[in-house]
């Protein structure tokens, strides 16, 4: 053994190290990859040794060679090896390794899962730590499940070292295990308050995390983190801490007004820029929080915007961006207060940082105004063409169409300038933004009729010079604009000077390099142009050019027909063969253009975005049942409907229409209006407001005709610029006339306000042309907010867990076992535990468990009994003061501590449920001291009491005064005790929503709960298990129901348990009966063979109808589906 | 929650890697290259915020970089770190460098870190970032703190390290005096004959 030692550290003399494989890879740097893979050799050889420090330095030498980039896993083995070793030196270099390349996807994790629990319960505090470094990073959902429970243990470690650690993995547990957090919660939130600082600041940084995700859940802890900003001084404690609060404040306003004094404070006081930007931004959030406009917080907008602008104007370029950042945020809510600092804003746009002019240009956003709007744009144009990175110039881009089409277009006064930026902003090559400015462009032209005109002109030059824009690059994005040029030339045809040349341009054999999409708007477009042409010639008695023009298409639409794209294709080869038809009856002399613009008559009205989606659901559609009934999962798994619909262009689809016929259009819509009205499912028209004003701008405003010898590009100026000269000059002269003429403007400017809703001084500039904005349609009663961006695949998502409520016994964590996966009873598990570490509370627990393991049988007779018990004590009470006996049982209620102590919930369900037994199986006698009964009884939970007290405010009252109903009968009627809960205000019930219609007829409405199936392992059946299935029967009609009688048809599997003696078919007597209006809720159990198997049992129930004059039997069908999943959702986790 | 910490050189050459959300390894070496690429093209007189990571994180992320001498230190992290506490922590993990890996070079501190110290201690250098930030998240941020348990740690290394590592020290010596290749030869020739007929025993 000694000689194997000595052996091996001979050998390891001569291996070589980490530093000699730098070394090594540093001098062969021409064959950097050979060396290594010789060296991959070297370490496998190495791993194949039994010493284990050889293998220590081979891993250590594949976690350089992964950082390198190489794939290391299949040394996931030898890894794990290493970790195991019982030296600190080489585990820790397991450890890293492990922690550099393991991930979920790893076999060999669930091989650690022992040996880091050995770790962790190790006497070596470094041991321990080096196990939570390592699992902090490769931490699987089996391993949390696993280790969950050890590590909240080490929570409580003498150590502060290995408690920080153990603190802040539970956040990496959580994410994998979410089942953990409601029993780990309140030792993390006692570690809020540990003695060490670094625990302290560990479960605030876990706390945080939590509540950023899900900050509802943690509002209540609140008062705690004031106490802990108001007392600590660690700098970073304090930013974690006061981030939190920005995102509780929106929650909760009464938290910000607290805030804001001691956030000003730490403003005024402290020296750290980190703290006073994290307070400054928080103080934002307050403030957003907060309804704007409350005038005692004038005074901490100031500050905040005043330091902010100190941190702007600093020299260091960090607090000037951060400045610009939290700014951004102001500026949605008091935009006017950041507007003040416009200069300083517009400074940051020269800045020579890209990432401040980018943050400067989000404020941009906010600063425009109809005054400015055409400088500000002017400048950023500049930027544009100096821009040298795409990236950079591709955010200008958007940032401009950005702050141009915000809020409906509100700042644009001038849309021919609008429009001519955007044919200059088709210059920038190679951007990625074309199909955006292309979108704006449709959006222009289709809601802004007074522009089409001037669109159309500008459209055909750009498709005239199409080959400009689509240049070399074939993937150049900016040819998406020709997408929109060749839609508005075809769609407003009629503005056309020239459709013909249009037409011609549309159809060039260059055409066929286009992406697909775009020549098949081309061909359609084509075809609408053609309709145009058509039109115009028709008038004139020479049909020589009309001929002309559908020869043009016939000759160059079979380059088309050709086309690769199926979409191309298709519509190529039908208006070819439209087109031959039409040259026929041409030739025949009749007359066409009247059949062939109907082709594309009708005007559609722009639909807002998502109005599909939010038309609200109409009463009583329940859009998840099913019609059908359900093919089995694994089907529906797969099927996709997206695969039906094959991608299209939802955006640009509403393309048929030229404006004809006013009489036919007239009639049409005439007809369509009454269709819609008849029509349920029609989305109407919000009134769009279409105001038509006469433009006195437009006669003013000379329409710039473009140089086509220096195409796009007018020589000097350009053309957006000599709008912005027009426009100076036109507010001059408005000015000067709206002095002579006051009183008329005014008329005027009544009509405006309507659409402005710009501050005072902006509504002297009217717009050079007034357009209608045709608004979106949308929903009537449309719900303004959409959660849908919401990201499905969170994993924070799961964590949204309420950790207020009392733990559940289904929810504790596991405890190690010697075999988790062998389901046994949890009886023999817990005699075999014994946990040194645990804390008094658990211990307590265990024995409790213990305890309620072994007298299993004799609880639940036990049960029974003190029910029996307690019913007779109930009796004699209500006889002798049957008001007092509620009233003292409420009491006792508020007596008991409303965080009722983990050991008291755990036995709580399942005793629950065995009540829930007794009262509906027949009792069952059995010896056993009424002692017992007592303290098990108060120490039941809340819930269960409920039920009780229920039962027992039940039997009072039938037995007082049966005819008399008040509403707390009806409270065990789920969601209806929420609206009629008199009785029980200061404890209201626990969420009952989960219950489920069951059956119904006239007389009776069945619901059967869906959570609350208690799946309980019998001690001595060993494969027996029960479930628990609460029903709710609640009486519709007016009349009495009585003597009802529960029966289920047994299957194989599951069987209602029935009192010993009946037979197996008979029924179950409901052990109350129902006054009208009257709700209660029964419980029934099922013994269930095997867990794995669902089940639909068919079952009936029979009753009588008593009402004054007669008596009938009535008989109800049900059926009661178990699925596999209700035994699961609470199989029972050992503690 | 941070991301990933990436230290690499003026060439882009990774000197340590460390992600704290798993990438195969060649999506860790694209987004190494991908930061190396938006970093290095910035002046050293700009803001040291990055936004536009698009392989990792997406809007919410951040890239947060120090550069000193020859080398990069990134920070991917998202909104919940404060920008300017995690400019701090760089600084801070570059002074423990200099204190904790090359003690010898402390006089010299950390504006001069120096990258072959980071080369050779790659192990030594994750140990020291395994006590500052942890999972994704900021273990400690005292600094006596953290060198007390870092040299302890070391101390216990070097307690078990005993009879077999004394050695391998030696060797080490030997080796840093730029001998030759001849340790390997021998190596192969004698002992590795010699040993197995001794192993019996």
């Known amino acids: 053994m000694a000689l194997k030692i000595v052996k091996g550290s001979i050998d390891r003399m001569f291996d070589k190290n980490l530093q000699d494989l730098v070394r090594g890879i540093r001098n062969h740097k021409e064959d950097e990859a050979k060396y290594i893979s010789t060296c991959i050799d070297e370490i496998k050889q190495e791993l194949k040794q039994d010493n284990i420090a050889v293998k220590a330095n081979a891993v250590c030498k594949l976690t350089y060679l992964q950082m390198l980039g190489y794939d290391v896993s299949w040394a996931a083995f030898n890894i794990v090896e290493v970790m195991s070793s019982s030296k600190f030196t080489y585990k820790r270099i397991g450890y890293l390794a492990a922690s550099q390349c393991f991930h979920e996807g790893t076999d060999v994790i669930m091989l650690t899962t022992n040996q880091i629990r050995k770790d962790l319960s190790s006497p070596h505090q470094y041991d321990t730590g080096v196990a939570l470094t390592g699992l902090s990073c490769f931490v699987t959902p089996d391993l949390a499940r696993d280790l969950a429970n050890d590590i909240m243990t080490l929570m409580s470690h003498t150590k502060p070292y290995i408690r920080k650690k153990a603190v802040l993995i539970m956040y990496k547990v959580f994410l994998k295990y979410p089942e953990s957090l409601r029993p780990a919660f309140p030792r993390l939130k006692e570690k809020l308050e540990d003695p060490d600082p670094g625990v302290q600041s560990a479960a605030v940084n876990v706390i945080c995390e939590l509540a950023r995700r899900n900050p509802k859940n943690y509002l209540s802890l609140a008062p705690l983190f004031f106490k802990l900003m108001t007392s600590s001084t660690n700098n970073w404690v304090l930013i974690k801490i006061i981030k939190l609060f920005g995102a509780l404040t929106p929650l909760e306003p009464r938290l910000g007004k607290k805030l804001i004094e001691p956030l000003t404070n730490l403003i005024h006081s402290t020296s750290a820029m980190s703290l006073l930007y994290e307070c400054v931004n928080t103080v934002i959030a307050v403030l957003i929080s907060l309804s704007s406009g409350m005038p005692n917080h004038s005074a901490s907008i100031q500050l905040c915007v005043q330091k902010l602008r100190i941190l702007i104007e600093d020299s260091d370029q960090n607090l000037k961006y951060l400045g610009l950042l939290a700014m951004s945020k102001i500026l949605k809510t008091h935009p006017k207060s950041v507007q003040s600092h416009k200069d300083l804003i517009l400074q940051c746009l020269d800045d020579k940082d890209e990432s401040i002019r980018l943050r400067a240009l989000d404020l941009l956003y906010g600063m425009v105004s109809k005054k400015n709007l055409m400088e500000i744009v002017k400048k950023l144009m500049l930027h544009v063409d100096k821009a040298e990175g795409t990236t950079y110039r591709d ?15 509100q700042y644009i006064t001038n849309f021919e300038w609008y429009i001519s930026i955007l044919v200059e902003l088709t210059r920038l090559e190679g951007t990625r933004h074309g199909h955006l400015i292309a979108s704006q462009m449709l959006d222009v032209a289709i809601r802004v009729k007074a522009i089409r005109g001037f669109a159309v002109a500008q459209m055909a030059t750009l498709l005239d010079n199409a080959h400009l824009l689509t240049g070399n690059t074939q993937r150049n994005g900016i040819c998406e604009v020709l997408y929109a040029a060749a839609w508005i030339c075809g769609e407003f045809s009629e503005h056309l000077e020239d459709p013909m040349q249009t037409l011609e341009a549309m159809l060039r054999p260059k055409v066929a390099t286009l992406p697909g999409h775009i020549q098949a708007v081309y061909v359609q477009n084509a075809a609408k142009l053609f309709a145009t042409v058509l039109r115009k010639h028709e008038g004139e008695t020479d049909s020589h050019a009309a001929q002309e023009t559908s020869q043009l298409l016939i000759d160059r639409l079979p380059l088309f027909v050709q086309s690769a794209n199926l979409e191309v294709q298709e519509r190529a080869s039908c208006i070819l063969q439209l087109v031959k038809y039409i040259q026929k009856l041409q030739q025949k002399k009749v007359e066409v253009a009247e059949e062939v613009t109907a082709l594309f008559a009708g005007e559609l009205n722009p639909v807002a975005p998502k109005a599909q989606k939010k038309v609200p659901v109409p009463e009583g559609l329940d859009l998840d049942a099913w019609i059908n009934k359900p093919p089995s999962e694994s089907e529906s798994e797969d099927e996709k409907p997206k695969a039906v619909f094959a991608k299209e262009e939802p955006k640009h689809s509403r393309s048929r229409h030229t404006e004809v016929d006013e009489k036919e259009l007239a009639r049409r819509r005439e007809a369509r209006k009454r269709e819609q009205a008849n029509n349920p499912f029609y989305i109407k028209a919000s009134p769009s407001s279409q105001k038509v004003y006469d433009a006195p ?204 102590t983990s050991a008291e919930e755990e036995t709580a ?66 969601e209806d005790s929420v609206q009629n809960g008199t009785v029980e205000e200061e404890e209201p019930l626990p969420p009952m929503s989960n219950y489920f219609l069951l059956a119904e007829n006239s007389y009776i409405k069945m619901m059967k709960e869906d959570a609350d199936q208690v799946y309980d392992i019998q001690g001595n059946h060993q494969d027996e298990s029960k479930v628990v299935v609460s029903v709710i029967f609640e009486n519709k009609s007016d009349s009495f129901l009585k003597s009802m009688e529960f029966n289920v048809l047994d299957s194989l599997n599951s069987k209602l348990q029935r009192p010993e003696g009946a037979g197996a078919h008979d029924s179950l007597t409901v052990p109350f009966q129902l006054p009208p209006g009257i709700s209660n809720e029964a419980h029934f159990v099922f013994s269930v063979q095997s867990i794995v198997m669902p089940q639909k049992l068919k079952g009936t129930l029979t009753f009588i109808v008593k009402s004054d004059e007669s008596s009938t039997h009535e008989k109800l069908d049900f059926k009661l589906h178990f699925t596999c999943t209700s035994y699961l959702i609470t199989t029972p986790c050992y503690l | 929650m941070i991301k990933a910490i990436l230290i690499f050189n003026n060439h882009g050459k990774p000197r340590l890697i460390r992600f704290y959300q798993y990438f195969a390894e060649d999506m860790q070496q694209q987004i190494i290259r991908e930061t190396f690429h938006l970093v290095s093209k910035r002046d050293d007189n700009v803001c040291n915020f990055l936004e536009g990571g698009s392989l990792i994180g997406g809007s919410d992320y951040k890239l947060i970089y120090r550069h000193y001498a020859t080398l990069y230190f990134v920070f991917c992290v998202d909104s919940s770190e404060s920008e300017l506490g995690i400019l701090d922590l760089i600084q801070l993990i570059c002074f423990f460098l200099c204190v904790c890996v090359f003690v010898e070079t402390l006089d010299k501190c950390f504006e001069n870190v120096c990258e072959l110290d980071l080369i050779f201690h790659m192990d030594k250098v994750h140990y020291i970032l395994q006590e500052v930030v942890m999972g994704g998240m900021v273990l400690e941020t005292n600094m006596n703190e953290i060198v007390a348990q870092v040299e302890l740690q070391n101390r216990m290394e070097k307690s078990e390290g005993g009879l077999s590592a004394a050695p391998a020290r030696a060797v080490s010596a030997v080796k840093n005096m730029n001998l030759p290749e001849i340790p390997r030869n021998i190596n192969i020739g004698d002992i590795n004959i010699k040993v197995p007929s001794l192993s019996p025993f």
């Open chain 1, 909 to 974: 369900p399942s005793s629950a449920a065995a009540v829930d037994t007794s009262s509906a199986a027949a009792p069952e006698s059995e010896p056993d001291e009424p002692k017992d009964a007592e303290p098990e009884d108060t120490k039941s939970s809340k819930h269960k009491k409920k039920k009780q007290k229920k039962e027992k405010e039940e039997k009072e009252k039938k037995k007082k005064k049966r005819h008399h109903h008040h509403h707390h009968h009806s409270n065990a009627g789920g």
């Open chain 1, 395 to 409: 955010e200008l881009l958007t940032k401009i169409i950005d702050i141009c089409s915000q809020s409906n277009y």
């Open chain 1, 697 to 900: 701008g437009v006669e003013h405003i000379p329409v710039v005709q473009i140089d086509l010898s220096v195409p796009l590009k007018v020589p000097g100026m350009p053309m957006s610029d000599q709008y912005l000269k027009l426009e100076e000059e036109r507010r001059q002269k408005e000015k000067a006339e709206r002095k002579k003429e006051k009183k008329k403007k005014r008329e005027k400017r009544g009509k405006e306000r309507k659409a402005d809703s710009g501050p005072e001084s902006e509504e002297d500039i009217a717009p050079a042309h007034q357009v209608d904005i045709v608004t979106e349609e949308m929903p009537e009663n449309a719900l303004p907010s959409d959660d849908d961006d919401k990201d499905p695949n969170d994993p924070h998502k799961a964590l949204d867990i309420d950790l207020d409520k009392p733990l559940a016994d289904s929810e504790k964590l596991p405890v190690r076992t010697h075999r988790p996966e062998v389901l046994k009873s949890p009886a023999e598990d817990r005699v075999n535990e014994s946990i040194p570490q645990e804390t008094k509370k658990r211990s307590g627990k265990e024995k409790k468990e213990k305890k309620k393991g072994k007298e299993k049988d004799r609880k639940r007779s036990k049960e029974e009994k003190k029910k029996k018990k307690h019913k007779e004590v109930e009796e004699e009470l209500l006889e002798s003061h049957p008001e007092e006996a509620v009233q003292s049982e409420e009491t006792k209620e508020a007596a008991t501590p409303p965080t009722s």
